[in-house]
């Protein structure tokens, strides 16, 4: 039998909020399909109703991640062939946010907790002052540098164990995006950062699975950032104890 004329059993969550279950359909199978290509097809010629999140299709905005087979991913760079099970496929919203309907989950939290943890840049000068200089080799910038690839995709969101049993818990993304300010010589109040992600829900509650850094995408180490602030902000707090 020809790739063309073999169909995968696809398994699709349908509902809002809280309700609703797997539907499955018969998709047609394709050289080089993607996961995105998969929902498309249904999208597009089996059920016009289904929501879903995409936006370039390249790996370079992270709208499309959803659950596959239990794993959070980037659905426009996951073939198809990577992760059938028993050529069955089972894609549902991303874990740890709330569902709007469908396959598209609420980004809110995850940007509530960003900002909660100090993720917005505050300089520290205006555009009027001459521009700060930072050689390539000081090492805060190094840690920096390690974190700012990151897109906000929430796929380190869904894949941490401490956020679902721990719904305060800030998550890696925003720990991440913490100790990148933390070690940013250009934010104007880096200590403000770090009392940010000191108390409850922040650095503390992590409990070191990793499930952050071995599913991103952009091959990034959030657990390193999160250990980076457990220790800083341990520094910090028998420094003010003296």
Not at 8 to 27: H, I, K, P
Not at 120 to 125: E, K, N, Q
Request: hydrophobic letters at 35%.
């Amino acid at each position: 039998m020809s790739d063309r004329s073999k169909l995968l059993e696809v398994s699709v969550w349908r509902g809002t909020g809280d309700e609703g279950a797997y539907e499955t359909f018969q998709v047609p199978a394709r050289d080089n399909q993607t996961v995105l290509d998969v929902v498309s097809w249904i999208q597009q010629s089996a059920d016009p109703s289904l929501t879903y999140r995409y936006a370039c299709r390249v790996g370079m905005c992270g709208s499309c991640a959803m659950m596959v087979n239990g794993v959070p991913r980037w659905t426009c760079r996951t073939h198809v062939k990577r992760v059938l099970r028993d050529g069955a496929l089972q894609v549902g919203p991303l874990r740890n946010l709330p569902v709007i309907k469908d396959l598209a989950a609420d980004m809110d939290p995850f940007f509530d907790k960003w900002i909660r943890a100090g993720g917005v840049h505050r300089p520290s000068r205006s555009r009027n002052d001459p521009i700060q200089q930072v050689p390539p080799d000081d090492p805060g910038r190094v840690e920096a540098n390690k974190g700012i690839e990151c897109i906000n995709c929430s796929v380190c969101y869904a894949a941490c164990d401490t956020v679902a049993g721990n719904p305060d818990y800030l998550g890696p993304a925003a720990l991440q995006r913490a100790w990148t300010l933390y070690n940013d010589a250009k934010v104007e109040d880096r200590q403000a950062v770090l009392d940010s992600v000191s108390g409850a829900g922040g650095c503390h509650n992590c409990h070191s699975q990793g499930s952050c850094t071995r599913f991103c995408p952009n091959e990034l180490d959030p657990l390193s950032a999160i250990a980076g602030l457990k220790r800083a902000s341990a520094r910090s707090f028998f420094r003010r104890g003296e």
